[in-house]
């Protein structure tokens, strides 16, 4: 499914003015961008403009790498002023930035184009003197943008969570509202993220950028809701989405926030199943939880999970967290992992279960032959005292294997936040 650019929300007529007015009076290229460089408002050019300024006027944002080059200056935590110095190479030039906060959150970032790498007491003291007014007109921008997306926010909630009588009621305003259609498949993804080094306002925003473009597609209509936390971004669509156009939509998010935020947030995403519209919406937002618990405790999955392909696993995923420990390895799998060559018949026992049972296939894929094959199961079950003809022993003990791997996965990767 090809993600659509949007353009951020472009400023108010009010910001546009007082942005253009500092322009005229520096005799430079002025642009207020939000706190992931992302342009809302830009003046008029005065021969200053640069390769990045001009795309970022015909995309409503920069490169990903020149974003992340700003980005990686420190700028959301720059207590004052300074100069991001320009890159050649990436088409940049150098630009006096200045945060615009408000009782310390950060809203944007006023970019003024400075080739020169310096600007007069007099530019300096015409900014400062601008920078009050330009602060108060983003934020008031942004609350008059946020108060229905608190609304929606909250409706979302509703649809998705666990009252049968809440759930039809957000369905029915979403309806009225016309926010959705009612288009007959529906599915969620939820973003999770761990504790970052960014600050919370600032994780929330990259979350809301990563989704956005997905909102509207071709193939689907959405609507999503962010926290300092994480996301939840539901589709519905007149045909089913399918697995590649899901995990693909996946991966751009994540290489999204990848650019926008630091690597300790380690962004993981859960993709639900396909359900029936906007009633068991909710249905496909309990099994994207599961599936983004399986892409924080699966490396081999690389953040991305999706219930869909998830197996036996989406049943044992649903044991709670404080329960998910080794005492819930069979004793005839414990015995086996204690004995002498334990980790040699795991592996075989692994692969025996997984070719279901055939041994000539599980003899090729472990390259021994099929003597020394019957010779390790007599071994297994001689130790766990089980029988592998038992289809119920079968389960018992591939069920155990499943366990063993999401607890051997938790030694490298933490749970979610």
């Known amino acids: 499914m090809a993600e659509r650019r949007l353009r951020v929300r472009v400023g108010s007529d009010a910001l546009q003015e007082l942005i253009e007015r500092l322009a005229e009076r520096l005799e430079r290229s002025v642009v207020v961008d939000d706190p992931l460089v992302r342009l809302i408002c830009s003046s008029q050019h005065f ?10 006027l015909l995309r409503g944002r920069a490169d990903d790498v020149a974003i992340r080059y700003v980005l990686d200056q420190g700028v ?26 408000e009782r310390g959150e950060l809203l944007g970032l006023l970019m003024v184009v400075a080739p020169e790498g310096t600007l007069t007491r007099e530019e300096t003291d015409t900014v400062a003197a601008a920078v009050p007014a330009i602060t108060s007109q983003l934020r008031a921008d942004q609350l008059a ?31 009225d509202g016309g926010v959705l259609p009612d288009a007959p498949h529906a599915v969620v993804s939820v973003v999770q993220v761990s504790r970052s080094v960014e600050p919370p306002g600032q994780v929330e925003i990259a979350l809301r950028a990563s989704l956005e473009g997905f909102v509207r597609t071709r193939s689907a209509d959405g ?14 669509s007149a045909r089913p989405l399918s697995a590649q156009e899901l995990a693909d939509q996946a991966t751009a998010v994540r290489e999204a926030l990848t650019t926008y935020l630091d690597a300790s947030a380690a962004p993981v995403l859960g993709i639900g199943g396909t359900h029936d519209g906007l009633a068991d919406a909710w249905t496909s937002h309990a099994q994207a939880q599961v599936a983004a618990r399986a892409a924080r405790r699966l490396p081999h999955l690389k953040g991305v999970g999706a219930w869909e392909s998830l197996g036996e696993l989406a049943v044992l995923l649903q044991v709670p967290e404080h329960a998910l420990t080794p005492s819930l390895l069979p004793t005839p799998l414990r015995l086996l992992l204690d004995s002498p060559g334990g980790q040699r018949l795991e592996e075989t026992l692994r692969c025996f279960l997984e070719h279901a049972g055939s041994i000539p296939r599980t003899a090729e894929a472990l390259q021994i032959h099929r003597t020394s094959l019957y010779y390790r199961l ?6 766990t005292g089980l029988d592998l003809d038992s289809g119920g022993d079968r389960l018992v003990l591939h069920l155990g294997l499943r366990t063993l791997e999401l607890l051997q996965a938790e030694t490298d990767v933490q749970p979610a936040v």
Do not use: N
């Open 145 to 175: 943008a946020s108060a229905s997306e608190l609304d929606l926010h909250e409706t979302l909630h509703s649809l998705l969570g666990t009252g049968e009588a809440a759930r039809a009621a957000a369905r029915r305003q979403i309806l």
């Open 378 to 383: 007599r071994q297994i079950q001689e130790i």
């Open 47 to 56: 021969g200053d403009e640069d390769p990045v300024r001009i795309r970022s």
């Open 223 to 236: 609507v999503m809701a962010a926290t300092p936390d994480g996301a939840v971004l539901l589709q519905v």
């Open 76 to 101: 959301a935590g720059w207590p004052k002023p300074g100069f991001i110095e320009g890159r050649d190479d990436l088409g940049l030039r150098t630009r006096y930035c200045v945060p615009l906060r």
